[in-house]
T-cell receptor, first 114, second 113 residues
């Protein structure tokens, strides 16, 4: 079975600064990796996904993530944060076997100061 | 775009009541899921369904049941609501269980008094 860890519960950045949210996973084979964003009072919206191929994936809203197998990581990045990026971010890991489900991290809350 | 619709955004019920949360998806997805979300605990899977009338327990099924009579609709039932079931409930659907993105509804914030 797979697992996922988001080490940072809460991150604060200034508007215009760069951002990196950490995600570490555990899975015995090639994982399926996802990042979601949740604005206050809303459901989760898919930002990007990694299945295979190029380890740097581009998503919506200017986000990107890099899959690093050697570090079991899938960190989310954005070069310049906007105030509207303030939200909660969830990393999720899935797998290719019939018994695999999507497992979500506990989330990282991003606060953006003007 | 996939649309997952949850029938209520906010719901207030009393202890001991039977509570129904409804979810409908419009993309003909085989799989549907119910999660509860609590601060610091992330999303926890309650039940999921991989076909009509088929269901499987997730990580925290106690106190809940589900119903899937039609492919597009998945209901979560709190048989006898208790205060510790006050939470945000999220419904999702997907083409596959573990290797496809899940599409979420906006959630139902349920308060049990």
């Amino acid at each position: 079975a797979q697992s996922v860890t988001q080490p940072d519960i809460h991150i604060t950045v200034s508007e215009g600064a760069s951002l990196e949210l950490r995600c570490n996973y555990s899975y015995g084979a090639t994982p399926y990796l996802f990042w979601y964003v949740q604005s206050p009072g809303q459901g989760l919206q898919l930002l990007l996904k990694y299945f295979s191929g190029d380890t740097l994936v581009q998503g919506i809203k200017g986000f990107e993530a890099e899959f690093k197998r050697s570090q079991s990581s899938f960190n989310l990045r954005k070069p310049s944060v906007h105030w509207s990026d303030a939200a909660e971010y969830f990393c999720a890991v899935g797998g290719s076997y019939n018994t695999d489900k999507l497992i979500f991290g506990t989330g990282t809350r991003l606060q953006v100061f003007p | 775009d996939v649309k997952v619709t949850q029938s209520s955004r906010y719901l207030v019920k009393r202890t001991g009541e039977k509570v129904f949360l409804e979810c409908v998806q419009d993309m003909d997805h085989e799989n549907m899921f119910w999660y509860r979300q609590d601060p610091g605990l992330g999303l926890r899977l309650i039940y999921f369904s991989y076909d009509v009338k088929m269901k499987e327990k997730g990580d925290i099924p106690e106190g809940y049941s589900v119903s899937r009579e039609k492919k597009e609709r998945f209901s979560l039932i709190l048989e006898s609501a208790s205060t510790n079931q006050t939470s945000m409930y999220l419904c999702a659907s997907s083409r596959d269980i573990g290797n496809q993105p899940q599409h979420f509804g906006d959630g139902t914030r349920l308060s049990i008094l």
